[in-house]
């Protein structure tokens, strides 16, 4: 059991941190590759004296050898639309050539392979709520296409390593993830929320706030990627909270929760913002007798220690 070893490619980011902690949590050595463009040593760092952790510091769209591998986790990419707006060509090259490049690594090592995918997949979408087998709806010269079309390559490659080269090829598709570690200023609407309730500030609501999203905590997120790593599935799955809350009810919920005197101000809705997303998770279920079991209002109050400390740190 305690020589499988895996890579997690965005090893420092805040979901492939979290990934790191539950891979260790099931025996694995664990090599995390990160090029540190949006992700942290400080996510990372309670790991530092983990003998069975690694740490390399890489652009993982370039060749690289890393030893013998058992599985591969290729969750590197920027990932929030604030984050990927300012990194565009880094957000398209690590989607393509970073996924042949891991995909590549898996091969030569016969190890299986998982590649996160996202609800982004889906765009602004037609279906709700969205199935695996709806095909999306997606701009494809728009401000998010950049990170939707390069994953949306990125599962096509996937597939087709499979298809050719017998890959084990696994594909998650993630919903908003939130929790500890998320950076403050990633422009994710928990983290922003958390940011400006915490400050007194007024919450940005974008649009009317009617937008739906299906909000994940990061310890349910994790637990169903450890399920789709074991099973036998080749075609995508989702991995999400199927509660949906408009953005008003979520900026709401942060008030509360943070116990904050701020107001709700609206600012303009950002272009091709989806309108509704809620993940129909019965492929889980049935596959991987997956099901998420933190509320929206237990995950923010299990968060809001490290938001307080996050913004304390800021101040000083
Ligand atoms: N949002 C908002 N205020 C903010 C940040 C985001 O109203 O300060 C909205 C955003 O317009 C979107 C939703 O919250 O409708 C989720 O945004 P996020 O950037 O977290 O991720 P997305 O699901 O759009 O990728």
Redesign the pocket.
């Known amino acids: 059991m305690n020589s499988r070893r895996a890579l997690v490619t965005g090893g420092a980011g805040f979901l492939g941190s979290h990934l790191c902690d539950g891979l260790l949590g099931e025996g694995y050595q664990v090599v995390a590759a990160d090029n540190l463009l949006t992700g942290r040593l400080e996510n990372i760092a309670h790991l530092r004296n983990d003998s069975r952790f690694e740490f390399l510091q890489k652009d993982v769209c370039e060749p690289s050898d890393w030893g013998p591998l058992d599985y591969v986790f290729h969750f590197a990419s920027p990932a929030?639309?604030?984050d990927y707006a300012k990194h565009g060509l880094a957000t398209l090259r690590v989607g393509s050539y970073g996924t042949f490049e891991a995909l590549e690594s898996a091969r030569g090592c016969g190890a299986k392979f998982m590649m996160a995918s996202t609800?982004?997949c889906y765009g602004d979408p037609l279906v709700h709520p969205q199935p695996e087998s709806y095909w999306g709806h997606v701009n494809p010269v728009g401000p998010?296409s950049v990170y939707d079309e390069a994953k949306r390559f990125s599962e096509a490659v996937t597939t087709a390593y499979h298809r050719y080269h017998k890959v084990d090829t696994r594909i998650l598709r993630i919903f908003?993830t939130y929790g500890p570690r998320m950076q403050l200023h990633d422009?994710?609407?928990?983290p922003?929320?958390m940011w400006?309730a915490l400050r007194g500030e007024n919450?940005?609501?974008?649009?009317d706030?009617s937008?739906t999203?299906s909000f994940c905590y990061v310890s349910d997120e994790v637990d169903g990627i450890l399920r789709l790593a074991k099973s036998e599935e080749h075609e995508p799955v989702n991995v999400g909270n199927p509660v949906e809350f408009t953005?008003l009810e979520?900026?709401r919920k942060v008030i509360a929760v943070t116990g904050s005197a701020s107001k709700i101000k609206f600012?303009a809705?950002?272009q091709d913002?989806?309108k509704q997303?809620r993940p129909d998770i019965s492929k889980a279920r049935r596959l991987l007798g997956w099901e998420p079991k933190m509320d929206l209002e237990s995950g923010l109050k299990l968060s809001l220690e490290y938001f307080r400390k996050a913004v304390l740190e800021e101040r000083h």
């Open positions: 929030s639309p604030v609800s982004e998010r908003n422009g994710r609407v928990i922003n929320f400006q919450l940005t609501v974008f649009g706030g937008q999203r953005v979520c900026a600012e809705l950002p913002d989806p997303r």
